[in-house]
C-alpha cells in the first residue's frame, strides 16, 4: 500500500484531503513525494510563519532538544518563561496561560471570562456573546462559542452559555448583553474560516467600548490573526483597543504546537494553583521555537508583510474573475467566479498551493515568502481565476 491508501485505510475519516503528500521543503517551496515543487500559500493553515525549515527556528528547536524536550509544569523552566516574558513586553498583557492548541487556548480564555462574571456579578454570569460566523475550535465548548450552527450537528446538547450576534451589528449585541446575564465578548477581528472577513474597526470599538460599561471581559481570538498575519504582531492593535485576554496558536509556534491565554490587568490574578493546567502546556522545544519566531517579528518583517499584502491586493482586486477580495496583511480571502475547489486544483497542478474558506480562496503566504516567489504564485493564481 502506498501513504495515500494507508491513510485511507487507518486515518479516522475527518478530513477531505487535497490528492497530494508533503514530504519536504525549504522556505516557501515545498515537494511532494515525486519531487515535484510547489509555492506554499498555505502554510499549513498560518502555522510555518518562517516557512519549512527556517534556520532560525531550527537553531533554536535544536538546541533546545539537545537540552531537554520536557519538563511538565511541575517544575520551572527557562523557554516558557522567557516566552510569556516577550510575549508580556510586547502586548502590554500580563501573564500567560500555555497550552498546545487554538482550542484549549479559548477554552481557558472562557474559564477566565466566566469565573470573572461569578466574581464580579455573580455565578449566574455566565453567558459569554460571540459573533455569527465565527470559528473558535473543535472541542464541545469551543464549537459552542464557534457560531455557525453547521459545527453543532451530531453533537448536542453544546455546552451552553453561548448567544451569537450577528457581526458589524452593535444594537444586536447590546439587546443579547441586556436579555442574557453575560460574563464576556468573545471575537475574532479577522473572521478567518468565516470566509477572511475583517469586522468593522467602528464596530469593533464599540463592542470594547459596551464590554468596558458592562464590565463584560472583552476577549479577542487571535488564533489565527497573531503572530504578524495580519502586519501588526496582533490585529488588536490597528482596531485601537485593548482587549482583557487575546488568544493565539497556529504561527506562534512556527510549525510545532502552542497555544497561549494572554491575561490583562482585569484577570492577571484570576488563577490560582489547581484551577488550570496542561501536561504539554509550555514545553519547552515549542517554547524555544516560539521565541525564535516572536524575535523575528520585528518592524521591518511587518513592513515587509504590508508591503507584500497591498501588493497581493493590487493585483487581485477587480482582477477577471475576482468578485471581492478581504482580509488584513498576509491573511487573505478571494470571493471568485468560478468554483474555488477547481481554481485550487487548477493551481496545485501549475505548481501553487492555495487553501480555501467558505467558498473562498485563502492566502496565507509565510510572512518572509520572497517576493519573486509570490509574484510568481499570485501571477498564477490570478490566470486561474480568469481563465
Ligand atoms: C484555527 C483556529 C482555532 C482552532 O485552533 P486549533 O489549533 O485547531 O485548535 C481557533 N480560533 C481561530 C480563530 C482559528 O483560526
Sequence with gaps: MNIKEIDKQYIANTYARFDLQLTEGKGSIVKDETGKEYIDLGTGIAVNSFGIGDADWKNAVVAQLDKIQHTSNLYYSGPCAELAKALCE???????????????ANETAIKAARKYGELKKGKEYYTIV???????????????ATGQDVFHAHFTPMTEGF????ANDISELEALVKAYK?????????????GVMPLDKEYVKQVAALAEKEDLLLVVDEVQTGNGRTGTLYAFEQYGIEPD??????GLGGGLPIG?????????NLFTPGLNGSTFGGNPVCAA???SVLNRIDDKLLDEVKQKSEYIFTQLQGAEGVKSVTGLGLMIGIECEKDAGEVIAACMKRGVLVIKAKNKLRLLPAL???FGQLETAINIVKEELRK
Design 289 to 291: 521555537g516560539a521565541l
Design 245 to 250: 485576554v487575546v488568544t493565539t496558536a497556529k
Design 182 to 194: 453575560c460574563c464576556g465578548v468573545m471575537l475574532e477581528l479577522v473572521q478567518g474560516e468565516g
Design 130 to 144: 460571540t459573533l455569527k460566523n465565527s470559528f473558535h475550535g473543535r472541542t464541545i465548548t469551543t464549537l459552542s
Design 260 to 268: 497561549a491565554t494572554m491575561l490583562g490587568e482585569k484577570v492577571e
Design 90 to 104: 510586547r502586548t502590554g498583557l500580563k501573564k500567560v496561560f500555555f497550552s498546545n492548541s487554538g482550542a484549549e
Design 368 to 370: 518572509n515568502i520572497p
Design 163 to 166: 448567544v451569537h450576534a450577528t
